[in-house]
């Protein structure tokens, strides 16, 4: 029997935080249907906030448009995903691709690192599109309260360069998949 849709289980809203192209939300939209089987909205664009510029490193601190986008009033959606053009970093991180509340609601990544191959040509757009699903799940996954994996191919693998990013399948590992549907099903996730 076809598994009904979770009642109630809401959807995941996508904010360009940048100039991310139509067709990069839609592609997003459209994996991140598939993988976690909730809806996944395009909602209003915004810009990067100020206060998260670090000016001694030139860059934004994805930890603190984390806490941005969780002071918003953004109701209706379960989790919410922005995608930015700028250089996202941690305190402890030269850079990060992306970065999300590890059972939270809020998720960020950035397709800064993620537009050139390793030769510094432009990546073919499908490694690019490819490369922002895998971020993108990735980060949903920890807002669904999936750790860091080891199974080969596993989405949830920490992928400190693009060449590891570029080693991963657009899929969980039975484990995160068990775990992403028992997460996803208790209390909060209803
Ligand atoms: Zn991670
Ligand atoms: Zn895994």
Do not use: W
């Not at 909205?41 to 670090?54: K, N, R």
């Not at 920490?158 to 996803?184: G, H, I, Q, W």
Request: charged content about 25%; glycine content about 6%.
């Amino acid at each position: 029997m076809k598994e009904q849709k979770r009642p109630g289980l809401g959807s995941i809203g996508l904010i360009d935080m940048g100039h991310a192209a139509d067709t990069v939300l839609r592609v997003l939209a459209a994996n991140i249907q598939t993988i976690f089987d909730v809806e996944a909205d395009i909602l209003s664009p915004m810009p990067v906030p100020d206060e998260a510029f670090e000016h001694r490193r030139g860059q934004y601190d994805a930890g603190l448009i984390l806490n941005h986008l969780s002071r918003l009033c953004l109701p209706r959606h379960r989790r919410i995903v922005a995608i930015t053009d700028v250089d996202l970093c941690s305190p402890v991180l030269t850079y990060v691709f992306g970065q999300a509340q590890l059972g939270g609601r809020f998720a960020i990544l950035s397709d800064f690192r993620l537009r050139n191959t390793a030769d510094t040509t432009c990546a073919p757009s499908a490694l690019y599109y490819e490369r922002i699903v895998k971020v993108a799940l990735h980060e949903i996954g920890h807002t669904f309260s999936l750790y860091h994996c080891e199974a080969p191919g596993c989405l949830m693998r920490m992928s400190p360069e693009t060449r590891d990013l570029d080693e991963l399948a657009v899929y969980l590992c039975n484990r995160c998949s068990f775990a992403l549907r028992k997460n996803m099903k208790e209390v909060g996730d209803k």
